[in-house]
C-alpha cells in the first residue's frame, strides 16, 4: 500500500511550523509511516500563494487535500487560524485532526 | 528608534473603534500597551486572558490599550470597520481598541509580533515588554508574566524578568515587511 502523499507549506512570516511539522511527524510515525515523509514547502511571496491556493501557514494538505479545507479564505501570506477540538484557537491543527485525516487517506488507498 | 527598557516610551493619540481619539498614556499608575490584531491565531488565543487582566486590574487603576497596527489593506481583517465590528460582536472590551494605521506606535516600540506586550509605570518608563505569559495554548496561564509585571510596577518594583521574547505573527507593516 503506497504511503499518503503529505505536504506541509510554511511561510516565514509565522512561526508555527516547526510545531506543525513536529507534530505532524509524531503522528506519521504512530500510524508506522515514515515520519520524514513530508514536502516541505515555504511559500515566500504573494504570487507564490495564489499560485499555491495557500491560505495561510501553516497548510498541510494529505494527497492534496487541506486537512481543514478552507471555506472562503483569500490566498495570501498570513498565519492560518486553526480549531483544537476543545474549541480552543490555536496556530496549529490538533494532532487528532492530522491523525484522522491521514487515516482517511490510508483506508482511501486500501479500498 | 525604539524605546529602550528603563527609558521613557513614547506617547501617542490614536483612534479608537469608534473614532474617538485616545492617548495611549494617561497618568495611569501603570499601563499595559498590547499590540494585537484580528487575525492572528497567536492574538486571539492569547485574547480573552489579555481581556481578563485589563478587567482585574481596573479597580486599581491601571490602563489596558489593545493597539491594532496592522496594515489593513492588505490585511483587510485588521481594517477599522472589522476591528469595529468584532469589538461589538464580543459585546465591547474591557480596554479600548486603537488603531494604528500609520504603524507610528507600532514602529517607536519596536513591536515585532503580535501580540506584543509593554508595561510603563507612572512616568512611561518602560518596565517590561514581551509575551503575555509562556504558553499561548495554556489558558491556565493567565497572561501571568503581564499579571507580574503590573504586580510589580504597582509596588514599584521592577518586573523580573523585565523582558522575555515575544510569540505571535509579524506585524504586517506597509513596507511589505
Known amino acids: 500500500m503506497p504511503a499518503p502523499r503529505i505536504e506541509l507549506l510554511w511561510w516565514d512570516g509565522c512561526p508555527s511550523h516547526p510545531r506543525a511539522l513536529a507534530d505532524l511527524r509524531e503522528v506519521l510515525g504512530e500510524l508506522g509511516l515514515d515520519p520524514d515523509a513530508v514536502s516541505v514547502r515555504e511559500v515566500a511571496t504573494e504570487a507564490d500563494a495564489d499560485a499555491e491556493e495557500f491560505v495561510g501557514s501553516p497548510t498541510i494538505r494529505v494527497n492534496g487535500r487541506d486537512i481543514a479545507p478552507p471555506r472562503d479564505e483569500p490566498t495570501g501570506l498570513t498565519c492560518r487560524i486553526y480549531r483544537r477540538r476543545d474549541g480552543r484557537v490555536s496556530p496549529t491543527p490538533d494532532p487528532a485532526d492530522l491523525r484522522d485525516a491521514i487515516r482517511a487517506a490510508l483506508h482511501e488507498e486500501a479500498a | ?177
Request: proline share 8%; aromatic share 8%.
Open chain 2, 1 to 177: 528608534m525604539t524605546v529602550a527598557m528603563g527609558e521613557a516610551a513614547p506617547d501617542f493619540t490614536l483612534p479608537d473603534t469608534d473614532g474617538d481619539e485616545q492617548q495611549l498614556l494617561v497618568g495611569a499608575p501603570a499601563t499595559a500597551i498590547v499590540f494585537t490584531c484580528n487575525h492572528c491565531p497567536y492574538a486571539l488565543a492569547w485574547h480573552d486572558r489579555l481581556l481578563d487582566v485589563a478587567r482585574d486590574y481596573a479597580p486599581r487603576g491601571v490602563r489596558v490599550v489593545m493597539v491594532n497596527p496592522n496594515d489593513a489593506e492588505r490585511y483587510p481583517r485588521d481594517s477599522a470597520d472589522a476591528s469595529r465590528e468584532r469589538v461589538r460582536s464580543e459585546g465591547g472590551w474591557p480596554a479600548p481598541y486603537l488603531l494604528d494605521e500609520r504603524q507610528e506606535a507600532a514602529l517607536a516600540y519596536g513591536a515585532k509580533t503580535t501580540p506584543d506586550v509593554f508595561v510603563l509605570d507612572s512616568a512611561g518608563i518602560l518596565r517590561y515588554r514581551g509575551a503575555p505569559d509562556s504558553d499561548y495554548e495554556a489558558p491556565r496561564e493567565r497572561a501571568l508574566w503581564l499579571r507580574d509585571a503590573l504586580d510589580a510596577v504597582l509596588a514599584g518594583e521592577q518586573p523580573v524578568p523585565a523582558e522575555t521574547e515575544p510569540v505571535g505573527c509579524s506585524i504586517k507593516w506597509k513596507s511589505g515587511g
